[in-house]
């Protein structure tokens, strides 16, 4: 893409919701605000005028203040432009990595940590098709449903933040991932079918994979060890286990070997009343005919 074919993009980007600074992640508004006074001071060394500046990179002299101010977050292309034109060196570069994890909300970063140092993860959740299995155009189909409603802004940043979960695929080694899936939520045509469609072909691609189990969880079962909400135990491999379930400390992140205990039978127990991994993508595999 040519240099004014950035600026142009850049532009059409500047007011897009998402990146915004979150006033109540105090580590956020930090890293957001450093970063603004590099920009600054790199830009005041080289003796440019913020107007100028705005020109070369491709946003007006508000959003220029606005991110030098801590309060936008810089998207990636904005630092790789600014480290060229201010000739920085890498120094601006560099910072993308922490810019990027700002832009997701606290509590999911905090997560993605946990799932980050796992070697297995089991889980299930009775109410949606798990985060890191969602695509993103189911992810936000599912955000903008919620009321009182999210705000753009805020729609988009969750809708990041899920999209980024999916990284938990992409290591090397990868961790043992298993996934209980409630049937009515592949059936459910959240966001429209052709959604839902594109949903259901992304599990199939999901359960294919070597370190995958994906099991559904059949509407016809007479019991089902999971009425009390969904499941989370993250193992790490030092043998310490982290576990969350709205059954368990209301919810709360729980260690103690007894509540993971309890945890981990439940999920065992739905696992068993589930369908199979092979009759489960079967069981998906009829639901892409039946659209």
Same mark, same amino acid.
């Given at each position: 893409?040519? &240099?004014?074919? &950035?600026?142009?993009?850049?532009?059409?980007?500047?007011?897009?919701?998402?990146?915004?600074?979150?006033?109540?992640?105090?580590?956020? &508004?930090?890293?957001?605000?450093?970063?603004?006074?590099?920009?600054?001071?790199?830009?005041?060394?080289?003796?440019?005028?913020?107007?100028?500046?705005?020109?070369? &990179?491709? $946003?007006?002299?508000?959003?220029?203040? =606005? /991110?030098?101010?801590?309060?936008?977050?810089?998207?990636?292309?904005?630092?790789?432009?600014?480290?060229?034109?201010?000739?920085?060196?890498?120094?601006?570069?560099?910072? =993308?990595?922490?810019?990027?994890?700002?832009?997701?909300?606290?509590?999911?970063?905090?997560?993605? #940590?946990?799932?980050?140092?796992?070697?297995?993860?089991?889980?299930?959740?009775?109410? !949606?098709? !798990?985060?890191?299995?969602?695509? %993103?155009? $189911?992810?936000?189909?599912?955000?903008?449903?919620?009321?009182?409603?999210?705000?753009?802004?805020?729609?988009?940043?969750?809708?990041?933040?899920?999209?980024?979960? =999916?990284?938990?695929?992409?290591?090397? %080694?990868?961790?043992?991932?298993?996934? *209980?899936?409630?049937?009515?939520?592949?059936?459910?045509?959240?966001?429209?079918?052709?959604?839902?469609?594109?949903?259901?072909?992304?599990?199939?691609?999901?359960?294919?994979?070597?370190? *995958?189990?994906?099991?559904?969880?059949?509407?016809?079962?007479?019991? !089902?060890?999971?009425?009390?909400?969904?499941?989370?135990?993250?193992?790490?491999?030092?043998?310490?286990?982290?576990?969350?379930?709205?059954?368990?400390?209301?919810?709360? %992140? *729980?260690?103690?070997? =007894? #509540?993971?205990?309890?945890?981990?039978?439940? $999920?065992?127990?739905?696992?068993?009343?589930?369908?199979?991994?092979?009759?489960?993508?079967?069981? /998906?595999?009829?639901?892409?005919?039946?659209?």
């Amino acid at each position: 893409m040519s &240099v004014d074919g &950035v600026a142009e993009r850049l532009r059409s980007e500047a007011d897009e919701p998402g990146w915004e600074a979150d006033p109540d992640d105090e580590w956020g &508004v930090a890293v957001i605000a450093t970063v603004g006074r590099r920009l600054k001071l790199r830009r005041e060394a080289v003796e440019m005028r913020a107007a100028e500046f705005g020109e070369a &990179v491709g $946003y007006g002299e508000d959003m220029v203040y =606005k /991110i030098e101010g801590g309060k936008r977050i810089p998207r990636p292309e904005y630092l790789d432009r600014a480290d060229e034109v201010l000739d920085a060196g890498g120094l601006l570069w560099a910072m =993308k990595e922490d810019v990027r994890r700002v832009r997701y909300p606290k509590k999911v970063r905090d997560l993605a #940590q946990l799932e980050a140092k796992a070697v297995e993860l089991q889980l299930c959740d009775p109410l !949606h098709i !798990h985060g890191s299995l969602q695509t %993103p155009e $189911y992810a936000r189909g599912l955000l903008l449903m919620r009321r009182p409603a999210y705000s753009g802004d805020e729609a988009e940043r969750f809708t990041a933040a899920r999209v980024a979960r =999916k990284a938990v695929f992409e290591r090397d %080694p990868a961790p043992e991932l298993s996934f *209980v899936l409630e049937e009515w939520t592949l059936r459910r045509p959240l966001g429209g079918r052709a959604v839902l469609r594109q949903q259901l072909e992304h599990l199939l691609e999901a359960a294919r994979l070597r370190d *995958v189990e994906l099991q559904v969880m059949p509407m016809d079962r007479e019991e !089902h060890a999971g009425v009390d909400g969904g499941i989370e135990v993250l193992k790490s491999e030092d043998g310490s286990a982290v576990g969350r379930s709205p059954a368990v400390s209301g919810g709360r %992140p *729980v260690s103690d070997p =007894k #509540q993971l205990r309890i945890l981990e039978l439940r $999920y065992g127990v739905i696992r068993a009343q589930a369908l199979t991994p092979r009759e489960s993508a079967a069981f /998906i595999e009829q639901l892409l005919g039946e659209r």
